[in-house]
C-alpha cells in the first residue's frame, strides 16, 4: 500500500522559513516523480514542485519560484520543500504526491491544471503565515 506523510507545517511569522517533509512507503521511490501541491481556502490544489528522477525539477506557481526548493532523499524515501520568505499568502494545506510517470510539463496556468495528475496523495499538512 502506498503511503505519504506529510509533516512540518504549523504557524510560522512572515519572512520565517519552513521546511515540510514527506515519509513515504509502499513504492520504490526513486523511481517516482514526487512533488507538493497546497491548497488555500476557497481555492483549487495548486502545484507548487515537483522532480523526476527522469527530468528533474518542473516549478508550476510563479508567487513561489526562488523561495521554494524541493529535493529528495532517495535512501530515506522522502521528499522536502524548504520555503523561505513566508508570506501570509502561503497560507494553506500542503499535500505531497506521487507518480510513477515524470513530472507533467509546465506552461502558463499549468499549476491548477495538473492535480489529476498524480495517482498517490498524502493527507497534508497546514501551513500558516502571521503578518
Known amino acids: 500500500e502506498v503511503q505519504l506523510q506529510a509533516s512540518g507545517g504549523g504557524l510560522v511569522q512572515g519572512r520565517g522559513s519552513l521546511r515540510l517533509s514527506c515519509a513515504t512507503s509502499?513504492?520504490?521511490?526513486?523511481?517516482?516523480?514526487v512533488g507538493w501541491f497546497r491548497q488555500a481556502p476557497g481555492k483549487g490544489r495548486e502545484a507548487v514542485s515537483c522532480?523526476?528522477?527522469?527530468?528533474?525539477?518542473?516549478d508550476y506557481t510563479d508567487s513561489g519560484k526562488g523561495r521554494f526548493t524541493i529535493s529528495r532523499d532517495n535512501a530515506k524515501n522522502t521528499v522536502y520543500l524548504q520555503i523561505s520568505n513566508l508570506k501570509p499568502g502561503d497560507t494553506a494545506v500542503y499535500y505531497c504526491?506521487?507518480?510513477?510517470?515524470?513530472?507533467?510539463?509546465?506552461?502558463?496556468?499549468?499549476?491548477?491544471?495538473?492535480?489529476?495528475?498524480?495517482?498517490?496523495w498524502g493527507q497534508g499538512t497546514q501551513v500558516t503565515v502571521s503578518s
Open positions: 522532480e523526476s528522477p527522469t527530468t528533474g525539477i518542473t
Open positions: 504526491v506521487a507518480d510513477p510517470e515524470p513530472c507533467p510539463t509546465y506552461y502558463p496556468g499549468s499549476a491548477y491544471r495538473v492535480a489529476a495528475f498524480f495517482r498517490h
Open positions: 509502499g513504492f520504490t521511490f526513486a523511481n517516482y516523480a
